[in-house]
């Protein structure tokens, strides 16, 4: 038996000695998961409205936003309707709830719910989520309609039109010198004059409630809108809620909004710098900004540009930060931004640092663009920027600030994205290399031809920026600046 009990010792010794982690070397990394958030899921409707589930599992809220597509204000020729329309909405008195119960009982239940012509949101806990959404739908499509707001209109429309007039008349309606004009003129040239649209004079002589009516019933249509919902919901549960409340809701002529893609070459083909006199400054205030030409919303290499501005100029982490900053401690904060958009996209880098440092911080901003075009970048700094690009967009898609779900369900179709885009975007993240980054650096980083603008005191800034290009000094109207010998 002693031996038995020995041998059981022993035993038991040998494999906690055997259980004990080497601390000398790494754990073996767990293969990642697949990324359970960010999942948007299609429900389909016979009235062609679209929805989107983005499930949030044992979260006790929801939201709603709507969106119904409209025309631009400078396009739209029933505006009159629109703005009564809204301002029925905002009265929040429909044909169920005429006496006020829906703000009450919004009240009451702690919720929020908007409605306008452009769709609105509805948040609030789950069980009252069909309370809810029937008080939106009745609001929505069967507002109580009084023929005091289109007075009220009217007379609202009829007192900015006086004011306009006497704003026109003011001293203060001239045009005074803004450095963002020049700065445009500067970066794309002499902007050719477009075509100026007539001003739609409104008109409320012949608008009634049947016109209103008329309203809703053609441009408060399904097929033009998308909801998304978020919140603790299966696709069976989502698709009875909107079946029984939206279900019924009309269609009515198609209108979607499209995409007008350009590419845009800098008018500059070198560098230029603009100092705008600040006679009583101590600091001047730097802007670098350029033209990235075809680097457009979504692309190929959109997700790319993100990391590149990441290690530039965007975190603490950044060159520019730990160079201007850290190192040499020339300013409290730059920031650079590289910005894809329609239009071939801009960037920028914006600091403020004091007069006698103008030159000296310019000087880095340009060798840390030149770092980044012409060398890799390290592993590390690689690393820490796509772990803060991913933990700053997974913090994102949350329950509790659903923003992202709803941003991306409305522009889905315009920009022709797959149902899973949110879930793979952080593997897009991981696929980027030194070797991306370096080539994004190069065609996106542009020390050459840019605009840099100075806004401080020109008295002794003078002389001191030749070294970096063409310079050009204004005093505060926008005029040459001639300085006293």
């Given at each position: ?449 840019c605009i840099i603008v100075v806004e401080g005191k020109a008295s002794e800034l003078e002389g001191t920026l030749e070294r970096f290009g063409e310079v050009t000094y204004l005093d505060e109207e926008g005029k ?6």
């Amino acid at each position: 038996m002693r031996n038995i009990i020995l041998s059981l010792i022993i035993l038991f010794t040998v494999a906690k000695v055997n259980a004990q982690v080497d601390r000398t070397q790494a754990p073996a990394p767990n293969n990642p998961e697949k990324l359970n958030v960010g999942v948007l899921i299609p429900i389909k409707m016979d009235n062609n409205l679209q929805v989107y589930l983005a499930p949030i599992k044992k979260y006790p809220k929801f939201t709603i936003s709507i969106n119904i597509e409209q025309l631009g204000f400078d396009e739209d020729e029933r505006q009159e309707e629109k703005g009564i329309l809204e301002k029925a909405y905002y009265s929040k008195l429909s044909e169920k709830y005429p006496n006020g119960e829906i703000d009450s009982l919004v009240k009451l239940k702690g919720a929020m719910m908007s409605v306008t012509a452009h769709g609105g949101t509805i948040k609030g806990m789950n069980r009252d989520i069909e309370t809810l959404l029937d008080m939106y739908y009745d609001l929505l499509q069967n507002p109580v309609l009084k023929k005091e707001y289109i007075k009220e209109k009217a007379e609202d429309y009829e007192k900015s039109l006086e004011k306009k007039k006497t704003s026109t008349n003011s001293v203060f309606s001239n045009k005074s010198f803004a450095k963002e004009r020049l700065i445009d003129s500067l970066l794309y040239g002499k902007r050719q004059e477009q075509e100026k649209k007539e001003e739609i004079i409104l008109n409320y002589d012949n608008i009634g409630i049947d016109e209103v009516e008329d309203f809703i019933q053609k441009r408060i249509v399904a097929n033009n809108s998308v909801v998304v919902i978020i919140g603790d919901f299966t696709e069976k549960e989502t698709k009875k809620l909107m079946d029984k409340y939206f279900g019924n809701w009309q269609q009515g002529e198609p209108f979607a909004r499209k995409r007008d893609i350009k590419t845009r070459e800098p008018a500059i083909k070198n560098r230029k710098i603009i100092v705008l006199d600040k006679p009583n400054a101590v600091q001047s205030k730097l802007s670098l900004q350029w033209v990235l030409k075809d680097a457009h919303t979504y692309d190929e290499n959109s997700v790319k540009i993100e990391v590149l501005n990441e290690i530039l100029g965007e975190s603490q982490l950044s060159y520019l930060y730990k160079n201007v900053r850290v190192d040499k401690g020339l300013c409290y904060f730059i920031r650079s931004s590289i910005t894809p958009d329609d239009n071939g996209g801009r960037a920028s880098i914006m600091t403020q640092v004091r007069t006698d440092q103008t030159a000296y911080a310019i000087e880095n901003v340009i060798l840390e663009m030149l770092r980044i075009r012409n060398y890799d970048v390290s592993d590390q700094d690689l690393k820490i920027a796509k772990s803060s690009l991913i933990g700053e967009f997974t913090r994102s898609l949350s329950g509790i600030a659903p923003v992202p779900y709803i941003s991306f369900a409305m522009i889905k179709e315009l920009y022709d994205l797959p149902d899973d885009y949110l879930q793979n975007k952080v593997s897009k993240y991981y696929e980027i290399t030194k070797k991306d980054i370096r080539e994004m650096a190069e065609k996106y980083v542009n020390p050459f031809e840019c605009i840099i603008v100075v806004e401080g005191k020109a008295s002794e800034l003078e002389g001191t920026l030749e070294r970096f290009g063409e310079v050009t000094y204004l005093d505060e109207e926008g005029k040459a600046l001639v300085f006293k010998k």
